[in-house]
């Protein structure tokens, strides 16, 4: 309990004048008619103050005096059920904001004396405080703390206590009510929100606070203890102009007006602490609403909330959550993210999708491809593509994936050609490559008119691809299954692996593991194949890896033949590693070797020295070389951007007229893994000798409680077996029957 | 002295605290003058113990013995030496004791240490998945691939 600077307190003048002394909370003395702890008191008071108006009044020690009607600190003021009745006038009031700035408290003997007497806004409640209400208000005529105590009768006595450090008591504000207090836009879009149970008591761990029921106009109050844990925000109940923060009981911690004005609350009221409280709880990220799917944070300056962030990338974001209903964490918190940003810029940013870049890609089925490829067969005539073009220069590449990716809503396929002038016109004469190549864009090597580049449409449906990274859910695995048996499951001495699909093993740390749950997900970039796998456990990652499941489909018959190569040496053995895929090419660089191209690599997992040359890629590079500028490659080991590397190729084969597109392809091996993450667990067995006959083997508890609690085979630890009523022989024989083992 | 006894017999082991036994009626009996409460010397008449009882319970003592020995007496009687057995005798008093239970047969817990159970010494290897998982069953059925068609 508080008390500041209150020595005495003073009721009354004259003949009605009465002090009461404190010391340390504790009244000392007592003197004069209508005393507080009179059973009349209450009685008496209203008729005392009845019939001295506004000159009856509480001094509250020396520092507060009265001083005219705007101080009203110490005026009582009877309440009604409904109205607050201004015992001075006798009218009701209800706004009145008479204030008196003492608490009346059950002293546990059937009397209520006065306790506490403060000046400010902040008061610690004692539990042992009968029925008490508090009210912040914070409007546009004064900023006041109200207690409420509450009688078990109708009668509803409440205090009212000043700030009288305001200077602005009573005086209107026309400016933003609370405008460190910023909501969302759409209220409507918010769902729910988690308080960290931890910050829910700014003021102390061991301040027990309690906050009233108040539903919006409803003025007979009610108080309910705060709930420790779960606090829950929701829509205003009822009242589309307010909205506020409950518990789990529905007792309000604060709730406040909504302002038009730049969307800042208005008049707050906070139920169990003062502004200043209030403002330094919501800043310290104690509260987050989730809001249109994702989840905000308050930004903070001094204490004041400027706004809100969705940035959660600091661990501490997704600590300790609870929720209102289950007490566990939200589902599937983001990953923190590597940089800066938000994890759907992470998710929209990868190196694909058909909003992209300058490629058109779609997913399409196995028929759709075969149907394609049939269309570009048919001559022009038969409705196929115009004649005269190679339409495998119109593909980039072509990828293969074991499953469906997400998309979108089919399209058709539409390929962009050059104008319907045919490649080879113009060749009366000998022309350079370079002519070709201008008379495939759409150029003239005669001075002919261009012809522009158009569309035309295969008539295959495809879909496009959506943009950005697919995640998958690899599921969840609850460890804690592997406890409540009897003989340990998991011990120093087990070893837990885990496998993610496509990704590789890993072994986890048992202690790490042991009574968590843990949660695989997998990151698939369309682009390159590549996907990214990664274990979580109670919001952290332990494990995590890359592979890659995107196989590339040759094109071209060159393509074809290295892609055959690499089959042969696959049947031979010789290969441990058939991917090859992505070609980097850039002009001017050192010719082409073999180690320059890349090592393969043969079944022992040494390189493979004969290199490309011996697998039929050296006549396609000796073309390359023949052209302008000599080339170098180099060939990754994993998934690379196809795309790009594509790109590159075409460019080169369009120079020096080679039909090479596409990357040199993958491998589908790598789909023959098990789909499904699993974790593997090996570890050494306490036997178990199986039934438990004559109840001989018991298993080590430690723990303490009643007798009776136990079942079975009990052995005890010296037990305390002097409170029976029995002799000492049997005394002694019953505390060694215990330690020897007693049957429950 | 007289007291009631009723005889009876239990089958539970010494060391079972809710013993299950099963009395006949009381029967009067005389005890020697000093008898001691926790052993008493009882003789009853022939018929009121049977040659299987093993069991019996004083009321005016308060207490259940075991039946240690039988002995036959003159006149058609019978002494009967009594043991107490002050686990059924005080035995509501003794599950509300408060104890620390070092082991106990039908605890569940997992993580502590036993060196009284043998350990296999094999290894034993499981398995888990993982459930709830979003990717497609695993098949190697062509309609069921999907090709990324990249064009320019």
């Known amino acids: ?744 | 002295m007289t007291i009631s006894v009723q005889f009876g017999t239990c089958s539970d082991a010494i060391n079972v605290l809710h013993k299950k036994p099963t009395v006949g009626t009381a029967v009067s009996c005389t005890v020697k003058d000093g008898v001691s409460v926790s052993s008493p010397y009882l003789i009853v008449s022939a018929s009121a113990v049977s040659d299987t009882a093993n069991w019996c319970e004083i009321s005016t003592f308060g207490r259940k013995y075991w039946i240690v020995s039988v002995d036959d007496l003159p006149g058609d009687r019978k002494g009967v030496q009594c043991q107490v057995d002050a686990l059924a005798s005080f035995e509501s008093e003794i599950a509300n004791i408060p104890v620390m239970v070092a082991r106990n047969e039908g605890t569940v817990q997992s993580y502590l240490y036993d060196t009284e159970i043998p350990q296999e010494s094999q290894m034993y290897v499981d398995f888990y998945a993982f459930s709830g998982s979003s990717l497609p069953a695993k098949t190697y059925s062509d309609d069921a691939m999907t090709y990324l068609l990249i064009l320019k």
Not at chain 1, 81 to 102: F, I, W
Not at chain 1, 105 to 117: A, F, H, M
Not at chain 1, 231 to 260: A, E
Not at chain 1, 564 to 573: F, I, S
């Open chain 1, 1 to 744: 309990m508080i008390t500041l600077g209150i020595s005495k307190l003073t009721y009354g003048s004259g003949e009605d004048l009465f002090e009461i002394s404190y010391k340390d909370d504790e009244v000392i003395t007592e003197t004069g008619a209508n005393s507080f702890m009179s059973d009349n008191f209450e009685a008496n008071a209203f008729a005392a103050f009845q019939n001295k108006k506004q000159t009856q009044f509480f001094e509250a020690g020396p520092d507060t005096t009265y001083n005219g009607a705007n101080e009203h600190n110490c005026i009582w003021q009877k309440w009604s059920s409904n109205n607050k009745t201004d015992l001075l006038s006798g009218a009701d009031d209800p706004t009145g904001y008479y204030t008196l700035n003492c608490l009346l408290t059950d002293n546990g003997n059937g009397r209520r004396i006065v306790t506490e007497l403060t000046d400010i806004q902040r008061v610690v409640w004692r539990p042992e405080v009968m029925e008490t209400y508090v009210d912040t208000h914070i409007n546009g005529t004064a900023t006041r703390v109200t207690y409420y105590v509450i009688n078990t009768n109708t009668n509803q006595h409440y205090c009212d206590i000043m700030d009288k450090t305001d200077p602005t008591e009573y005086t209107a504000q026309n400016v933003p009510i609370a405008p460190w207090l910023l909501y969302p836009q759409d209220k409507t879009q918010l769902q729910l929100h988690y308080i960290r149970h931890d910050v829910l008591s700014p003021w102390g761990p061991s301040c027990e606070r309690y906050a009233g029921v108040r539903n919006t106009g409803n003025n007979n109050a009610r108080t309910y203890p705060l709930s420790s844990a779960l606090i829950d925000y929701d829509v205003p109940i009822g009242n589309n102009q307010n909205f506020g923060f409950y518990d789990n009981s529905k007792s309000y911690i604060f709730h406040c007006t909504l302002s038009t004005n730049n969307y800042a609350a208005g008049n707050v009221w906070c139920y169990i602490c003062s502004e200043d409280e209030l403002k330094v709880w919501l800043a310290s990220s104690g509260l987050k609403f989730i809001y249109k799917n994702k989840m905000y944070k308050p930004v903070a300056e001094g204490n004041i909330i400027v706004g809100y962030t969705d940035d959660m990338t600091s661990k501490s974001d997704w600590d300790e959550w609870h929720t209102k209903d289950d007490h566990e964490k939200p589902d599937a918190p983001p990953v923190p993210r590597p940089a800066p940003g938000h994890w759907d810029d992470i998710l929209s940013a990868g190196t694909f999708g058909s909003t992209l870049g300058f490629v058109n890609s779609y997913y399409i089925s196995r028929a759709q491809l075969l149907a394609l490829k049939t269309w570009m067969g048919k001559d022009e005539a038969s409705g196929g593509p115009p004649d005269g073009y190679d339409m495998l220069n119109a593909i980039v590449g072509i990828k293969m994936y074991p499953w469906a990716l997400a998309s979108t809503a089919p399209d058709d396929i539409t390929i962009a050609i050059p104008g319907s002038q045919s490649m080879w016109t113009n060749l009366a004469q000998s022309v350079t490559l370079g002519a070709i190549l201008e008379v495939m864009q759409g150029g003239s090597p005669s001075g002919n008119a261009p012809t522009p580049i158009r569309k035309v449409n295969s008539g295959v449906k495809g879909f496009a691809t959506k943009a950005g990274m697919q995640q998958y859910n690899l599921g969840t695995l609850d460890m804690r299954q592997f406890m409540n048996t009897t003989y340990p499951f998991l011990t120093y001495d087990a070893t837990v692996e885990l496998y993610i699909p496509f990704v590789g093993t890993f072994t986890l740390d048992t202690q790490t593991v042991m009574g968590r749950t843990l949660s695989c997900y997998l990151n698939l970039d369309p682009g390159t194949g590549g996907v990214y796998g990664y274990c979580m456990c109670n919001n952290t990652m332990i494990a995590s890896g890359t592979g890659n499941i995107g196989v590339d489909v040759p094109i071209s018959s060159a393509q074809m033949g290295i892609y055959r190569a690499q089959a042969d040496t696959l049947a031979t053995g010789r290969m441990a590693n058939g991917i090859i895929s992505g070609l980097a090419l850039s002009a001017g660089m050192p010719a082409i070797t073999s180690a320059a191209v890349g090592a393969m690599y043969d079944a022992r997992g040494s390189v493979d020295s004969r290199g490309l040359s011996q697998i039929g890629f050296n006549t396609a590079l000796e073309r390359l070389q023949s052209g302008a500028g000599r080339v170098s490659t180099s060939l990754a080991a994993t998934a690379s951007n196809a795309v790009t590397a594509n790109r590159s190729i075409r460019q080169l084969q369009q120079s020096h007229g080679m039909a090479m597109t596409g990357s040199t392809g993958g491998s589908t091996v790598e789909w023959c893994c098990p789909w499904q993450a699993y974790i593997k667990i090996i570890r050494p067995k306490p036997h178990n000798p199986g039934k438990n006959y004559n109840h001989a083997v018991a298993v080590p508890t430690y723990e303490s409680g009643n007798l009776s609690s136990y079942k079975g085979l009990t052995v005890c630890i010296d037990p305390d077996v002097s409170g029976l009523n029995a002799t000492t022989e049997e005394r002694n024989a019953i505390a060694a029957i215990m330690q020897g083992g007693i049957i429950v």
